[in-house]
């Protein structure tokens, strides 16, 4: 299995990439950040980078390990991309 973490600023394309190669029949794994920012002003928490970003950084590394933990924990020889990522290989 071959892992790839696609990077880069805001506005710079990577899920613009990401939904391209999900096109093309890779495997892909969507951004965390986004279900999360919406989960937090649904239920006026303040797990957002505007308002607390400790909490925040928080939310996005359990969503960061539980998504590569469910990819790690799916049988496949295949190349998977990550719209982002956290760097958690080292911390589990």
């Known amino acids: 299995m071959k892992l790839y973490i696609i990077t880069g600023g805001p506005g710079a394309g990577k899920t613009t990439l990401i ?14 950040a986004r279900n999360i920012i919406r989960e937090q002003m649904m239920t006026d928490g303040d797990g957002l980078p505007w308002k607390n970003k400790i909490h925040y950084a928080q939310l996005m590394a359990e969503a960061s390990i539980h998504s590569y933990l469910n990819i790690m924990s799916e049988p496949s020889e295949n190349t998977i991309f990550f719209d982002r990522g956290y760097p958690i290989q080292s911390a589990i």
Request: proline share 7%.
């Open 19 to 32: 939904n391209a190669l999900q096109k093309r029949g890779f495997k892909t794994v969507p951004e965390d």
